[in-house]
């Protein structure tokens, strides 16, 4: 599972505006993410945030907070 999809099911999975530190974290507690498959997890997964934001997928709804539309 890559950054995004990762993100968007923990979102939906959750049903509530979640700072990216706890989408980030419940990723990795999951299993969505592996930090040894996939470095930089944190960084890839603020730029899937972002792609999301500008397509419509994710909503910004505070500094670092996201939620889906």
Same mark, same amino acid.
Not at 10 to 28: C, F, M, N, S, Y
Not at 36 to 58: H, I, Y
């Given at each position: 599972?890559?950054? %995004? ?8 999975? +959750?049903?509530? /505006? $979640?700072?990216?530190? &706890?989408?980030?974290?419940?990723? $990795?507690?999951?299993? #969505?993410?592996? /930090?040894? !498959? +996939? /470095?930089? &997890?944190?960084? %890839?997964?603020? !730029?899937?945030? !972002?792609?999301? *934001?500008?397509?419509?997928? *994710? *909503?910004? +709804?505070?500094?670092? *907070? #996201?939620? $889906? /539309?």
């Amino acid at each position: 599972m890559d950054a %995004r999809e990762a993100a968007l099911t923990v979102l939906r999975e +959750e049903g509530k /505006p $979640l700072h990216w530190t &706890v989408i980030q974290d419940l990723a $990795l507690r999951r299993g #969505y993410l592996d /930090p040894f !498959a +996939e /470095p930089n &997890v944190r960084r %890839r997964l603020l !730029a899937a945030l !972002a792609e999301a *934001v500008r397509d419509g997928s *994710v *909503v910004r +709804e505070a500094t670092g *907070v #996201y939620r $889906l /539309p």
